[in-house]
Nanobody, 115 residues
Framework: QVRLVESGGGLVQPGGSLTLSCAAT????????IGWYRQGPGKQREKVAG???????NYADFVKGRFTISRDNAKNTEYLQMNSLKPEDTAVYYC?????????WGQGTQVTVSS
């Protein structure tokens, strides 16, 4: 049974930073392309960043230079380091395979960027 549990979200002021975690059970993250996705209020879900088994990363243009995706193989956990946060980054953030698998969606973690 695959479970992906996101955590680390919260309320942060513009320009601030947060680190999100994606803890996995039932799947070895190191063997799959894994992505971070987000869905803001009234918006469609969009891919934020991705990482391959080899460690290659890719980013959406709107977060490039601000966000960093990484993986800790020993902990079977993915991370998303978010810096220089903007109000438009406000969304529920999810992790999933890349491309995503519908049964793997977790509850996500809320990130709110507001002054």
């Amino acid at each position: 049974q695959v479970r992906l549990v996101e955590s680390g979200g919260g309320l942060v002021q513009p320009g601030g930073s947060l680190t999100l975690s994606c803890a996995a059970t039932g799947i070895g993250l190191r063997f799959y392309n894994i992505g971070w996705y987000r869905q803001g209020p009234g918006k469609q879900r969009e891919k934020v960043a991705g990482i391959t088994p080899s460690g290659a990363t890719n980013y959406a243009d709107f977060v490039k230079g601000r966000f960093t995706i990484s993986r800790d193989n020993a902990k079977n956990t993915e991370y998303l380091q978010m810096n220089s946060l903007k109000p438009e980054d406000t969304a529920v953030y999810y992790c999933n395979t890349d491309p995503y698998s519908d049964p793997y969606w977790g509850q996500g973690t809320q990130v709110t960027v507001s002054s």
